[in-house]
Nanobody
Framework: VQVVESGGGSVQTGGSLRLSCAAP????????MGWFRQPPGKEYEGVAA???????RYSDSAKGRLTISKDNAKNTLYLQMNSLKPEDPAMYYC?????????????????????WGQGTQVTVSS
């Protein structure tokens, strides 16, 4: 059971990044997949989630700027991040939970998920 994130980095305010998560066996089965993050010195917070039937959920801060998607053939989960803001820097974690077609709304922070990776760091500079 392993998910591996990639794609983090440093961008300027207003820039874009696409995070990827290799998640073999999770994207097309009865798992909710998602992303949560931990900003520096703060608690974990849910960002986005996608259920096994493709239904997506977003936190208020993510709506309109971040897009979660998955490619079942590639066993990969994505988080497209546009219009990045100074409050977006964090360690971003890919996560999974076997829950049928259910994902929490809004997306849950770390405690709800069963599996997660080591994280990928996102930094936003002005």
């Amino acid at each position: 059971v392993q998910v591996v994130e990639s794609g983090g980095g440093s961008v300027q305010t207003g820039g874009s990044l696409r995070l990827s998560c290799a998640a073999p066996g999770y994207t097309s089965s009865n798992y909710c997949m998602g992303w949560f993050r931990q900003p520096p010195g703060k608690e974990y917070e849910g960002v986005a989630a996608i259920s096994s039937d493709g239904t997506t959920r977003y936190s208020d801060s993510a709506k309109g700027r971040l897009t979660i998607s998955k490619d079942n053939a590639k066993n990969t989960l994505y988080l497209q991040m546009n219009s990045l803001k100074p409050e977006d820097p964090a360690m971003y974690y890919c996560a999974a939970r076997r829950s049928g077609t259910y994902c929490t709304n809004p997306p849950a922070p770390k405690y709800w998920w069963h599996y997660w990776g080591q994280g990928t760091q996102v930094t936003v500079s002005s």
